[in-house]
Every structure is written in C-alpha cells, then in structure tokens.
C-alpha cells in the first residue's frame, strides 16, 4: 500500500482539479523536483491510488437537461434479483452512477436524461418495467453548487 502523506495528499489535490495538468507544472505547484514528482505519480497509478483520468463534460452541451437521483427498492433480496437488476441498469445509458446501499432502499441511481419528457419514458417504460423493481423514487436536482466528481 502507498503511503499516503502531505507530499502525495497534494498531488492527488491538484491532480483531482485538473487531471491534464504536465508533470512539470505539478512539480513546480507542490515543490518538488520533475522527475521525483513524476515517480511518486507512477507510484500511485501503480498502485491503483489514482485509477484513471477524466474529462469534465458539460452536460447542457450533450443534451442533457435532467439530473436525478432515483431510490430503487427491489420485490426480492436475492443475489439473482440484484445480480438481473445491475445487468438491467448497465445498458441504461441515461444511469451514469449505480450504487447498492444500505438503508429502506437497495439502490441509489444518478439518472440524466434530456428533459422530464425523456426521464419519464425511461422511468415508466424501463425502470418500472423491470420485474425486479418494487418501489422508485426520484429527486430532482435543481442545482450543484459543489460536485468534485471528475
């Protein structure tokens, strides 16, 4: 396991705002020398501390104007109902996070969908048509005054 200390914290931090950022200028923002900086960043790509880079995407520029968070409660608690139920959501394209939580629920989905008109298709003519489903309750984002996902 990497050990995570001050040098590394402040890697990770200006990796996590920008992810294209050169090596040098890492170097030069957390004060370390180009070549040390860039084998303590191989160290925690290799050691999977930092699994991937991203893009930011601007979803009012893909055509997304709806964001949900949407509860799924399933009719059964069994390994094969779960296991449908995640390969049902995987072909989604409009679920772009899927979480199995603790709690009333099983899942917590983040849904972006076009318009309302476009969720409501997907909430009634997917979602609820899956034999696994239950009980689905959505909330609405209206604004994301912070939100660090990459």
Same mark, same amino acid.
């Given at each position: 396991?990497?050990?995570?200390?001050?040098? *590394?914290?402040?890697?990770?931090?200006?990796?996590?705002?920008?992810?294209?950022?050169? *090596?040098?200028?890492?170097?030069?923002?957390?004060?370390?020398?180009?070549?040390a &900086?860039? %084998?303590?960043?191989?160290?925690? !790509?290799r050691?999977? #501390?930092?699994?991937?880079?991203?893009? $930011?995407?601007?979803? !009012? @520029?893909?055509?997304?104007?709806? =964001?949900?968070?949407?509860?799924v409660?399933? @009719?059964? +608690?069994?390994?094969?109902?779960?296991? /449908?139920? !995640? %390969?049902? $959501?995987?072909?989604?394209?409009? =679920?772009v996070? &899927? +979480? *199995?939580?603790?709690?009333? #629920?099983?899942?917590?989905?983040?849904?972006? /969908? /076009?318009?309302?008109?476009d969720?409501? +298709?997907? +909430?009634t003519?997917?979602?609820?048509a899956?034999?696994? #489903?239950?009980?689905?309750?959505?909330? $609405? $984002?209206?604004?994301?005054?912070k939100?660090?996902r990459?």
């Open positions: 396991m990497t050990k995570i200390d001050s040098i *590394n914290e402040k890697i990770l931090r200006e990796l996590s705002r920008d992810g294209r950022l050169s *090596n040098l200028d890492l170097a030069d923002r957390i004060g370390l020398s180009p070549s &900086c860039l %084998r303590r960043v191989q160290e925690l !790509e050691t999977g #501390v930092i699994r991937g880079y991203r893009a $930011v995407l601007a979803p !009012e @520029k893909l055509g997304i104007g709806f =964001v949900a968070y949407v509860t409660g399933l @009719k059964t +608690h069994t390994k094969d109902a779960q296991e /449908a139920f !995640e %390969r049902a $959501v995987a072909r989604a394209p409009q =679920v996070e &899927c +979480h *199995n939580i603790t709690g009333q #629920v099983e899942y917590l989905l983040r849904v972006e /969908a /076009a318009d309302l008109a969720y409501k +298709h997907w +909430h003519e997917i979602l609820g899956l034999p696994q #489903v239950a009980a689905i309750t959505t909330y $609405v $984002v209206m604004d994301s005054p939100d660090l990459a």
